[in-house]
């Protein structure tokens, strides 16, 4: 069972900035492609950001692009998302996702894509 732990969560003010985890033990996350997704109160669960199982590709909705980053750390065993100039409509919690049997290069955005799901991690951006 893929049993994945978001953590780095918490508040910040309007424009600063956050690094999210996703590890996972007793499995490695080398061959899943990965993502991250939101939802806030009310509201679906939104695609934030992907990256292929290679780590050559990533991909951001026009809403992150250009201030969240996602990367991966393989030996590790570690998926990161780091967001800055938050905002407060960033407001959510975040959740990461593990995929696997996709190509090296696909990158998937929506959530029945993804097989494991994280417990989450709360982000708050005060204003």
């Known amino acids: 069972q893929v049993q994945l732990v978001e953590s780095g969560g918490g508040l910040v003010q309007a424009g600063g900035s956050l690094r999210l985890s996703c590890g996972c033990s007793?499995?490695?996350?080398?061959?899943?492609?990965m993502g991250w997704f939101r939802q806030a109160p009310g509201k679906e669960r939104e695609f934030v950001a992907a990256i292929s199982w290679s780590g050559s590709n990533t991909h951001y909705p026009d809403s992150a692009k250009g201030r969240f980053t996602i990367s991966r750390d393989n030996p590790k065993n570690t998926v990161y998302l780091q967001m800055n100039s938050l905002k407060p409509p960033d407001t959510a919690a975040y959740y990461c996702a593990a995929s696997l049997g996709s190509s090296w290069d696909m990158v998937l955005t929506t959530t029945p894509a993804y097989d494991y799901w994280g417990q989450g991690t709360q982000v708050t951006v005060s204003s």
């Open positions: 007793g499995h490695t996350l080398s061959n899943y492609a």
